[in-house]
């Protein structure tokens, strides 16, 4: 394994060789869960995982640079061929006492190690040499019926990790299952639970979702199986309509007439944003961005750039009347083709003249570089203070809107619109570029 270690290797032949090491020492190894799942749905596997009988010690005698990275509960991480893989012991869970992870661990076998797992569609084992499925709990009918299904009991499974209930949901989503009749009432049942797990993981769950085009699934799910509630901690309800996430999609798949959208990806901001308007009406305020803030720990950035979205989308609704400045200042804001594309659910008419005059308008007069600066207000002997802001602020208004064309025009403007020091009595301070 050394020398193989330090070569670059497609994902599968690699983690077929680290399985290949455990199976040569006589442990009993399989991939595990999800790269099964994945393989079986016609998909191609962007990890592996590898449940094995092999103790965490033995697994770190055949790979002596192993690192444990959960090694109370067996869980080994290996690096080989360019790749990272999880070697996990073959195990049972002990008492959940948090809502999230078992007090302690028995190691055991690949029957009782797949039994105490979240879905049936995740409980698969495959032999990595010869593709072989070991599936003790149904799993492979549940992937042909397309059902999700918790393996045993489902109030057994969702009373001893909470976070399942979210993960249910996101895997039903995705795959466009259906929750099996008493998965789905015992979501349901366990859903206040989920209050006591961490902000960190909620909110890492809803990004996945709203991160994936089933997005749409995924909300409407979560909102009539009641997560909705503490996941956001807010009120229970179910939107009226979902449609400016289905929007949102829309235009990232090219069928629609937004412009700047195509080929690519739907941030999280503005989905927050569409749910958030979907759910709360066109005139949801700010306060209810503050508490998904905290309910979901949003990041700084995330946070910020929702509510510039929306921001946005209050300012288009006014569209006739912006001078061309303020236009061209709006087409200039990140987030602005997201609130044009949420625009377009209340005004298809109005975003279409939105459409129409980002359509007639030269990109390059969108957001020049100014003209004036600060530096050329100095140079020309206004004192520097809060004042400067508003003076170049109508100087670029100027600009945008072509009344002004040169530095010296501007400069001109703001002296008499500002009552500044004109060009005959001001002192300017020497200007270095001219020597």
């Not at 996945?208 to 799910?221: G, K, Y």
């Not at 069928?255 to 080929?263: A, E, K, N, Q, T």
């Not at 061309?324 to 200039?332: F, L, M, N």
Request: net charge negative.
């Amino acid at each position: 394994m050394s020398a193989t270690h330090r070569k670059t290797l497609p994902l599968h032949d690699a983690a077929v060789a680290v399985a290949r090491v455990l199976l040569d020492a006589g442990y009993e190894s399989y991939f595990a869960g999800g790269c099964v799942r994945d393989r079986l749905l016609g998909g191609v596997p962007d990890d592996y995982d590898i449940a094995t009988a092999a103790r965490p010690d033995d697994v770190r005698r055949l790979f002596p640079k192993a690192q444990g990275v959960g090694e109370s509960f067996g869980v080994m991480l290996v690096r080989h061929g360019g790749h990272e893989f999880e070697i996990a012991t073959f195990r049972n869970d002990g008492e959940y006492a948090d809502g999230r992870r078992p007090n302690d661990v028995r190691f055991s076998d690949a029957r009782e190690d797949a039994f105490r797992r979240d879905f049936t569609i995740n409980g698969l084992f495959e032999e990595p040499s010869t593709g072989r499925v070991v599936d003790f709990v149904d799993g492979q009918s549940d992937l042909t019926n397309r059902v999700i299904r918790a393996i045993g009991n489902p109030n057994d499974r969702f009373a001893e990790d909470h976070l399942r209930l979210l993960r249910g949901v996101r895997f039903a989503a995705r795959f466009g299952f259906a929750l099996e009749t008493a998965t789905a009432a015992a979501m349901r049942e366990h859903a206040g639970k989920l209050a006591v797990i961490a902000r960190e993981r909620i909110g890492g769950e809803v990004r996945r979702m709203l991160e994936h085009p089933t997005r749409v699934a995924a909300v409407q799910l979560l909102e009539e199986q009641g997560l909705d509630a503490p996941t956001l901690r807010e009120p229970a309800r179910v939107s009226p309509s979902l449609a400016r996430l289905v929007r949102l999609e829309g235009a990232v798949a090219g069928d629609l007439s937004d412009v700047g959208l195509l080929d690519r990806t739907v941030p999280v901001a503005a989905a927050l944003a569409a749910w958030a308007l979907d759910r709360h009406g066109p005139n949801v305020g700010e306060s209810v961005i503050h508490g998904w803030r905290e309910a979901l720990l949003l990041s700084n950035r995330e946070s910020v750039e929702t509510l510039a979205t929306l921001a946005a989308l209050a300012r288009v609704r006014h569209w006739s009347e912006l001078r061309e400045s303020a236009r061209k200042r709006w087409a200039a804001s990140p987030m602005a083709s997201w609130a044009q594309t949420l625009f377009a659910v209340e005004s298809p008419c109005g975003a279409d003249n939105l459409v129409r005059w980002r359509r007639q308008t030269d990109p390059a007069t969108i957001a020049p570089p100014p003209l004036l600066t600060g530096d050329h207000l100095i140079r020309a002997g206004f004192a520097p203070g809060p004042q400067f802001r508003e003076l170049l602020d109508a100087a670029y208004d100027a600009q945008l809107e072509g009344r002004v064309g040169n530095a010296a025009d501007a400069l001109e403007l703001v002296r008499s619109s500002a009552g500044g020091p004109s060009e005959s009595t001001a002192n300017p301070r020497p200007d270095p570029s001219q020597g």
